[in-house]
């Protein structure tokens, strides 16, 4: 009887031990499941570490560009159209200072001479105090070799001579006024003026050029003769009038508009091109600018 209770409870016993020992073995192995878990985390861990190791810098990092290759296949020297050129010295992405800039210096203003004439009947009486509000001169009045000038002009009008004699006359189809001359302070109607006899015989002027578009009047006449007009501006085309009358007097109003730089001058000659009687002459009379 206890054989047989010790046969039964034997086996018994044993099959009852088994499941312990699956349990423990479950146990073990996720023991060693997380110890390998761990080890792997630890050796992660430890490799962040070394590399997170590697990027520290002392100083602090400096970034680095990527030069472009240029087109000759050197790498790191950019092409004249890139606008940045490597510097020695210079770190990578950094530019030299740009220059100061220089006071800008406004290139002169040019202006474009040019220059035209016509010709008008002059009126029975010429106001040169209205019409030459910038300059006038008159001739005769004070002589053959004295003019009457604008009290306070500009001076631009100047008499260069000529050629021939001059000789004064008073019996000008036309009369000449004014209320702001000198050394004639006023006039109400002088019918004086000049003349000069013979082929090529004439009178020069010039009218200084303020870069301002400027119109000359030129009061000028002829007797028995064939006169010659020429308009230059300094170092540009002659432009000529002429006028004629081989029997008696014939006077003008020339009106010149011109431009021209500071500085320049129109030059204008009234000369006899053709005597056609005895002592053909030019004369000439007045010349206003404004």
């Known amino acids: 009887m206890g054989e047989e209770d010790r046969s039964r ?3 018994g016993s044993h099959r009852e031990g088994r499941p312990n020992t699956r349990s423990a073995l479950r146990r073990l192995r996720r023991r060693r499941r997380l110890a390998l878990e761990g ?16 990027e520290r810098h002392d100083a602090p990092r400096e970034e680095s560009a990527v030069l472009p290759v ?3 296949g050197r790498v790191g020297l950019p092409s004249e159209g890139d606008g ?17 800039p220089s006071p800008s210096t406004a290139p002169p203003s040019t202006v474009a001479p ?7 009947e002059v009126p029975a ?18 002589g053959a070799d004295r003019v009457v000038r604008k009290r306070d002009g500009s001076g631009a009008i100047r008499d260069e001579g000529g050629r021939g004699r001059r000789e004064s006359y008073s019996n000008n189809p036309e009369a000449y006024a004014w209320r702001d001359g000198v050394p004639v302070g006023s006039a109400s109607g ?40 020429d308009v230059r501006l300094a170092g540009g ?39 056609l009687g005895e002592c053909g002459n030019v004369s000439l009379q007045a010349a206003a600018l404004r």
């Open 9 to 11: 409870t034997g086996p």
């Open 39 to 54: 080890l792997a985390a630890f050796l992660c861990l430890a490799a962040l570490a070394a590399y997170l190791g590697t």
């Open 70 to 72: 240029a087109p000759t």
């Open 84 to 100: 940045a050129v490597a510097t020695p010295g210079m770190r990578p992405r950094q530019r030299p200072p740009s220059p100061s």
């Open 114 to 120: 040019a220059v035209t004439v016509g010709r008008a």
């Open 125 to 142: 009486t010429v106001d040169l105090s209205a019409v030459g509000a910038v300059d006038w001169v008159h001739w005769g009045l004070l």
């Open 190 to 229: 002088t019918m004086s003026g000049v003349y000069t006899c013979d082929r090529g015989n004439g009178f020069t002027l010039t009218v200084a050029a303020d870069g301002q578009q400027r119109t000359v009047h030129l009061y000028a006449g002829l007797w028995m003769a064939r006169g010659r007009l």
């Open 237 to 275: 085309p002659v432009s000529t009038v002429r006028m004629e009358d081989p029997h008696t007097a014939l006077t003008a109003d020339f009106t010149i508009r011109f431009r021209a730089p500071r500085g320049a001058k129109l030059l204008l000659t009234w000369t006899v091109e053709e005597s």
